[in-house]
Structures are given as C-alpha cells and as structure tokens.
C-alpha cells in the first residue's frame, strides 16, 4: 500500500510538471518546430504562395551551390567579411570597457551608463540616425572632418567603404551591452588571490592579464564568442535599412539574399533552402567551436575535481 500511494504521488508530480510546461510546449510546437518542420517541407519543393508546391527534390540546393545562383557566394562573402571583422574587435573592445569598469574608478556607475545606453537604441533608429551621420554632403561625421580639413570618405556610399561603415555602427550599438556586462561579472569571478600570488612572484600587469585574467575568463570569452559569431552570421536589419545591401552588393548579407527571395521575390521554398543551409553553417560551426574550446578553455570547477 505505501508504494502503490509513493507511485501515485510520484504521477501525480510528474503530471502537475507537464501541466506547468504546457503552454511553453504549446508555443514551442506552434512557433518554433512547427515553422522549422514546415519550412524544411517546402525546402523540396518550388513554392510561390500563389501555388501550390511542386515537388523538387534537391532542385533549390542545387541552384544556391552553383552558378544559378550568383548572389549566393557573394552573400556568404559579404557575411563572412562582416563577421571576420566584427567578432574580434566587438569581444576586444567589450573586453576593454569591462576591465576599465573593474577596476572602480571613480564615475564608474556613469562611464556605465554611457557605455550601455546605445544599446537601448533600437537598430532601426541607429542605422536611420547614422545612415544621416555618414552622409557624404550633408552628414555630422564628414562636417567636422571637413572642419579639420580632413577629405572624408563617402561611407556608405561607396563599395569600398560601405562594409566598415556598418562594422563601425554595429561595434557602437553593441560593444557596451550584454556582452560587457557578461565580461564584466566574469572579471568579478576572479579571486583576488591569484592577482596577489602572481604580485609576489613579481608579475606586471600585462602578465597578471595574460596568466590570470584570461585563463580564468576563458569560459566567459568563449560565451560570448560563440554567441558574438551567430550574432555577426545573422546580420540583417543594419544593412536592410542603412544601404539595403548597396552600394553594387557590397553590403549584401545572406540573411538579406534570404529575405529578398521570400518576401520579395516569393520564391518560398528556395528561400526555405537557403534558411536550412544557414542552419547547418552555423550548426557545423557551433559544434567546431565546442570541439576547440578544449583546448584554450579554462574550468575551474572541473580542475578542481581532477
């Protein structure tokens, strides 16, 4: 009789916890796996939204990997440049404010603010209100360098320049956000121990930085690395409104040649394929990231444990 009411208590447990993630399991089906499901469906398939789909098999692969496509390889150049330049410069200069924030300077609480109130500007309204900055003629940056006689560049409106441009905004709405606040609690994580051990074993700041802070931030580094590359991949709302992939494509990312397909084009299962392709990239990629972070990653708890 006592396991029969230990079982049932035991079920009953079990049903109140589903019960309590149903709606999550609910919203999870509806608007995540259902769309996933239903967009790798259509990926096989030619599909307008006028029509009905017509079966392709790997037709819409096919197309993307080869020279039907030639906006496709470009994108995925365009998207890689980005992230290339984007990545390491957005973890070095968050880094930075944070140490700069760690040491409890005086003001810190404002430098704080300052940093992180870019942050709170929606994308749409910085790429409006830089995209007037950069303006060649009538822009605030190329007025004062013309105040200092300096020839400033036309930004956004040239291919050569279009793509730092869009760096240099991304890298301002972003280098004081989550990711320094993420840096921040991980430079407070370090025992203050280690900083005097290597004090006495006459250690500089440089290498109290290279041989403590960073081993022992290491997992807070590869945090926000693996989230600061899927961030760069999935750029799109920065160029859709500050240069709508101008001038001559040289701000064109995958994620706007996804779009352009969709919504413009209506070229649905096409774009259903390309959304897949980017899934498995960034997927392949991910796991690669998991695999070498063994090797520069530092756990203390699991250090502790051998």
């Known amino acids: 009789m006592a396991r029969r009411g230990s079982s049932r208590r035991a079920l009953r447990s079990a049903i109140e916890g589903y019960l309590y993630i149903l709606p999550w399991i609910i919203g999870f089906t509806a608007f995540t796996l259902g769309p996933m499901l239903a967009s790798l469906y259509l990926s096989f398939h030619h599909y307008s939204v006028l029509g009905a789909p017509r079966f392709a098999g790997l037709d819409n692969y096919i197309q993307a990997l080869s020279a039907k496509d030639p906006l496709f390889w470009m994108s995925w150049g365009r998207t890689w440049g980005y992230a290339l330049i984007f990545v390491p410069f957005g973890l070095s200069i968050s880094?930075?404010?944070?140490?700069?924030?760690?040491?409890?300077?005086?003001?810190?609480?404002l430098y704080r603010t300052l940093f992180f109130i870019p942050t709170l500007v929606p994308v749409v309204a910085s790429a409006?209100?830089?995209?007037?900055?950069?303006?060649?003629?009538?822009?605030?940056?190329?007025?004062?360098?013309?105040?200092?006689?300096?020839?400033?560049?036309?930004?956004?409106?040239?291919?050569?320049?279009?793509?730092?441009?869009?760096?240099?905004?991304?890298?301002?709405?972003?280098?004081?956000?989550?990711?320094?606040?993420?840096?921040?609690?991980?430079?407070?994580?370090?025992?203050?121990?280690?900083?005097?051990?290597?004090a006495i074993d006459g250690a500089n700041w440089w290498q109290k930085f290279m041989n403590v802070t960073l081993p022992m931030i290491s997992p807070t580094i590869f945090f926000n690395l693996v989230l600061g590359v899927i961030g760069a991949l999935r750029v799109f709302s920065i160029s859709f409104v500050a240069t709508e992939g101008g001038p001559a494509y040289a701000t064109w990312f995958y994620m706007l040649h996804l779009y352009d397909n969709a919504f413009r084009n209506f070229l649905m299962g096409y774009a259903s394929a390309l959304a897949w392709m980017f899934f498995l990239v960034v997927l392949v990629l991910t796991m690669l990231q998991f695999k070498l972070s063994g090797r520069w990653v530092f756990y203390a708890g699991e250090e502790a444990k051998d």
Do not use: C
């Open 95 to 109: 880094l930075t404010l944070a140490a700069m924030l760690n040491q409890q300077l005086k003001g810190t609480v």
């Open 128 to 198: 409006l209100l830089w995209r007037w900055m950069l303006h060649p003629d009538i822009g605030l940056v190329n007025y004062l360098l013309w105040e200092l006689r300096i020839p400033g560049p036309r930004w956004l409106a040239d291919p050569s320049t279009a793509l730092l441009a869009l760096v240099g905004i991304s890298l301002w709405a972003s280098v004081g956000g989550s990711r320094m606040i993420i840096f921040l609690a991980g430079l407070q994580g370090v025992p203050e121990e280690l900083y005097d051990a290597a």
